[in-house]
C-alpha cells in the first residue's frame, strides 16, 4: 500500500560537514523520485490583507490604476500605505500576524519576533557544523548592518574587518540555501537570462521578512517606520528589504543592474518574455538611473516604486510601494 508523505521544515534537507581543510561540502540530496518540493514563505501583503478583513475584490480593485493616469484617490492611498507600513513592522510571519489581529499590541510582536529570531539562531547551531556554526551567526547578524550603509552590496568586511570570501563565502552560501535571507546578483549586463549574466561576486542580502529585519533593529525603528518618520540609510534599506521580500514571494529571482559608481537600478525581474527594471524610492525622489536604463535598453515597461500615488509618463509607471504585489 502507497502512501502520500507530507514533510514539513524550515531547513529541510540542508545538511553541511566540513572537511580535512575546512572546507564546506555541498549540502546532502534528498531521494529522487516520488517527491515534490513546495517553497512556503510567510504570507505576502495581500494575504496580510486578509488577515485584516479586506477580500480579494476590494484588493484587486486597486489594479485598476495600473497603466492608466487615473490617480488612486488620496483616502484610499493613505489607508493602504498605511497598512503597508504595518505590515513592514508586522512581518508575514502567521504567528506575529495572528496575534496582532487580535491584540493590536505591536510590543508583542517584537517578543513574539525576538523568539523566532532566537529559533532561528538555535536551528543555526543544530545544523550548522563545526566553526560554521558561528561565522553563520556572525553574517546572519551582519546583515542588518549592511542594509544601514550607504553601499547595499554585501561586504565581508562588515562581519569582520579585513575578512573575504575564503572564510565567509560558506557561511553566505549555508544562509542562501536555508532561505534565512534573499540574494540579488549583479549583472554585467540587463539581457534575459539574467542569470547567465550575474556576477557571483556582487550580490545584495536581504532579510527573509522585514518585520524580523525591524525586530533587528529594535522597537523605535518599528515606531518611527509607522509615523512614517525613519530617516537616515537604514530607511532605504528596509524598503530594498520589503520589495525584495514581495518579489520572491511573487515567483521572481532577484538582480540588480549597477553600470558604475553612480547609478544603480534596485531591482532587475524577468517577466513575459524580457527584463523589467524597478526602481525603489523610499521617498519621491528624481529617477536617473531608471531613466538611463529607459534610454539605454528601451523596456516595454518600468516601474518606480514610492510613496505616493501613482502616475505614468511612457514607458514607466510610477506607482505605491504596495502596488509590487501586482508586478
Same mark, same amino acid.
Given at each position: ?208 521578512? #522585514? ?17 512614517? #518618520? ?98
Amino acid at each position: 500500500m502507497r502512501f502520500d508523505v507530507i514533510a514539513s521544515g524550515s531547513l529541510l534537507g540542508l545538511s553541511y560537514g566540513e572537511d580535512a581543510d575546512d572546507e564546506v561540502e555541498e549540502p546532502m540530496s534528498l531521494p529522487v523520485g516520488y517527491e515534490t518540493q513546495l517553497m512556503m514563505y510567510s504570507l505576502d501583503f495581500e494575504e496580510f490583507l486578509w488577515a485584516y478583513g479586506y477580500d480579494s475584490d476590494s484588493i484587486y480593485s486597486l489594479k485598476d490604476y495600473m497603466g492608466n493616469n487615473e490617480q488612486i484617490p488620496e483616502v484610499i492611498h493613505n489607508k493602504y500605505e498605511a497598512l503597508f507600513r504595518e505590515y513592514m513592522v508586522v512581518g508575514g510571519m502567521p504567528e506575529v500576524v495572528t496575534d496582532f489581529a487580535e491584540y493590536k499590541d505591536f510590543n508583542r510582536v517584537m517578543n513574539i519576533q525576538q523568539n523566532i529570531i532566537a529559533l532561528y539562531q538555535d536551528d543555526i547551531s543544530k545544523h550548522a557544523k563545526g566553526r560554521e556554526k558561528k561565522l553563520v551567526r556572525m553574517c546572519y547578524d551582519a546583515v542588518p548592518r549592511q542594509l544601514a550603509k550607504e553601499l547595499k552590496k554585501f561586504q565581508y568586511a562588515t562581519v569582520e574587518k579585513g575578512q573575504t570570501r575564503r572564510k565567509y563565502g560558506g557561511s553566505i552560501k549555508w544562509l542562501k540555501d536555508s532561505c534565512l535571507v534573499n540574494a540579488c546578483y549583479n549583472v554585467s549586463e540587463p539581457y534575459i537570462p539574467l542569470m547567465a549574466n550575474s556576477k557571483e561576486e556582487q550580490f545584495k542580502l536581504y532579510i527573509n521578512d #522585514t518585520g524580523l529585519l525591524t525586530c533587528m533593529y529594535g522597537f523605535e525603528t518599528k515606531r518611527a517606520i509607522l509615523n512614517n #518618520t525613519i530617516k537616515g540609510n537604514a530607511r532605504g534599506g528596509i524598503y530594498e528589504n520589503i520589495i525584495s521580500e514581495c518579489l520572491v514571494k511573487r515567483g521572481y529571482t532577484l538582480h540588480y543592474y549597477k553600470p558604475d559608481d553612480n547609478h544603480e537600478l534596485e531591482f532587475l525581474i524577468e517577466k513575459e518574455g524580457e527584463v523589467v527594471p524597478i526602481e525603489v524610492k523610499a521617498g519621491n525622489t528624481a529617477s536617473v538611473s531608471l531613466n538611463n536604463f529607459i534610454n539605454d535598453f528601451s523596456p516595454s515597461v518600468a516601474y518606480k516604486l514610492i510613496s505616493n500615488r501613482n502616475g505614468r509618463s511612457g514607458v514607466k509607471e510610477t506607482l505605491p510601494h504596495y502596488f509590487v504585489m501586482f508586478i
